[in-house]
Structures are given as C-alpha cells and as structure tokens.
T-cell receptor
C-alpha cells in the first residue's frame, strides 16, 4: 500500500506564475489535509477536504489560493500569481475518516519562487 | 487560539545519551497531543500520542506524558541511537479530535557516535 504521494517534490516558479501541487492520498482514504511550513516556522493548517467537498478552509489565504479534491484523481492545491512569500514546504496528509484517526503525511512539495 | 512551543534545535547528543525535547502548549478545552518525526527526505510520521491528562504515549523507546497542570508534553528517550537523528514536531488537535493539527516549529536532533 503506497503512502501519500505528493508531486512534484521540488517546484520552482517565477513571480506571477501559477503553481499546482498534487497529492494522492493513501488507498481507501477519502480525507485530505494541506499544511504549509514557512521557513523557521511550524506546519500551519490550510484546508481540509473530502471527495468533492471543502470541509474547512479556515487556514487558506483569502486570495490566490484554492484547493480541490475531485471524485477521481489527486487533490490539487493551486496558487495563482505566486509571490516570493509563497516559498515554503507544502505537506499533504490523508486519513480514512476525519475524526480521531491517524493522518498519514506525504513527503511534501518544496516551492521556491524566484 | 491554540499554540505549541517547543525547544529550539539543533540538539546534538552522543549515542546512548538521554534525550529530552520540551514542548508546552496553549489550548482551550482538552486537546489530544502528538509527537511526529520526520527523517531526512521523508514525510512526517506519527511517533506517539496521548488523548487525555496523565496519559503516557510511548513508541520505539520514546515516551511523553500529557501534563495538564503544566500544559506540557515533553519527549524523552533513555538512550538515543544515530538512527534517531531526525526532526521532531510536537502538535495538538482541537477539542473533539480530528486531524486539524497545530504544530510546533520542530526540533532537529543529531546523534553522533
């Protein structure tokens, strides 16, 4: 059973471009969480999704950021018009249920905006 | 709001030394507490957890006790190995459980021969 797969592992974008980060949850997991780790900071919650639904997006910046988890395919975190402050490691986690079950993390995508 | 504070690293120890990584938290209600570990090049893995006051979580020789009176969840291991070199994250989940976690900044541990 493969773990949570994130790709790409490293992504370089110029200011103003779009960044797309992908997360394939573990088999049988229908709940996905995205976290961001800025330099010298801990992981910060961004968004919680179930298939085709956003459950909690309280940690998402109000502009330029969006997330989806379609019925088929991976979860996508999209950042439009990236700025240097978006440079960070983005981690995805998945769980079979939302409450009181262990979340399994991917290896992360390191985004660098130049 | 919820917050987690853990000691800054890097922490460098000799093999077989005793390890303590301090973690304190601020939260409303009764959160669950976790330690995650990240080995080089890998994702975060759950190391141990405790869901109520005075619970002790343990795994792979590591242990931590949920201390409500001091709002702490310090990680300890009696004898570290080189293979324990990693970054350790303390985290809490809000009351009611779930996987919306609040993390500390992480503490890098280096164990040398």
């Amino acid at each position: 059973n493969a773990g949570v797969m994130q790709n790409p592992r490293h992504l370089v974008r110029r200011r103003g471009q779009e960044a797309r980060l992908r997360c394939s949850p573990m088999k049988g997991h229908s709940h996905v969480y995205w976290y961001r780790q800025l330099p010298e900071e801990g992981l910060k919650f961004m968004v919680y999704l179930q298939k085709e639904n956003i459950i909690d997006e309280s940690g998402m910046p109000k502009e330029r950021f969006s997330a989806e988890f379609p019925k088929e395919g991976p979860s996508i975190l999209r950042i439009q018009q990236v700025v240097r402050g978006d440079s960070a490691a983005y981690f995805c986690a998945s769980s079979p249920q939302g409450i009181d079950t262990e979340a399994f993390f991917g290896q992360g995508t390191r985004l660098t905006v130049v | 709001g919820n917050s987690v504070t853990q000691m800054e690293g890097p922490v460098t120890l000799s093999e077989e030394a005793f390890l303590t990584i301090n973690c304190t938290y601020t939260a409303t209600g009764y959160p669950s507490l976790f330690w995650y570990v990240q080995y080089p090049g890998e994702g975060l893995q759950l190391l141990l957890k405790a869901t109520k006051a005075d619970d002790k979580g343990s795994n792979k020789g590591f242990e931590a006790t949920y201390r409500k009176e001091t709002t702490s969840f310090h990680l300890e291991k009696g004898s570290v190995q080189v293979s324990d070199s990693a970054v350790y994250f303390c985290a809490l989940s809000g009351t009611g459980g779930g996987n919306k976690l609040t993390f500390g900044t992480g503490t890098q541990l280096k164990v040398e021969l």
